[in-house]
């Protein structure tokens, strides 16, 4: 059964930074691409980032490419998005997911994690 954990939101002012995790238990890290999704109040999830179970390959949304950095852990179950020059728009909720071996978009059902408020406020 595929667990996902994300924790680190916060509260962090304009131009911040912040790292989540996603800890993953009851399958092999490596063999799954992982996501990172946000949800803003009255907004449809959407997609921020992914990395691939392959190579590694990463990928960002226009909002926050240069911003935000994705990197995996598969030794430790860890998936991480670094994010640097928050911005008002970045406050959501973020989820982690499983998607695959390849970065698809198509989440696997029950693999999202439970979600991690990130606010950006002055």
């Known amino acids: 059964q595929l667990q996902l954990v994300d924790s680190g939101g916060g509260l962090v002012q304009p131009g911040g930074s912040l790292r989540l995790s996603c800890t993953t238990s009851?399958?092999?890290?490596?063999?799954?691409?992982i996501g990172w999704f946000r949800q803003a109040p009255g907004k449809e999830r959407e997609g921020v980032s992914c990395?691939?179970?392959?190579?590694?390959?990463?990928y960002y949304a226009d909002s926050v490419k240069g911003r935000f950095t994705i990197s995996r852990d598969n030794a430790k179950n860890m998936v991480y998005l670094q994010m640097n020059s928050l911005k008002p728009e970045d406050t959501a909720v973020y989820y982690c997911a499983a998607e695959g071996d390849y970065c698809s978009g198509d989440v696997i059902p029950g693999s999202w994690g439970q979600g991690t408020q990130v606010t950006v406020s002055s």
């Open positions: 009851g399958f092999t890290l490596g063999f799954y691409a």
């Open positions: 990395i691939s179970s392959s190579d590694d390959s990463t």
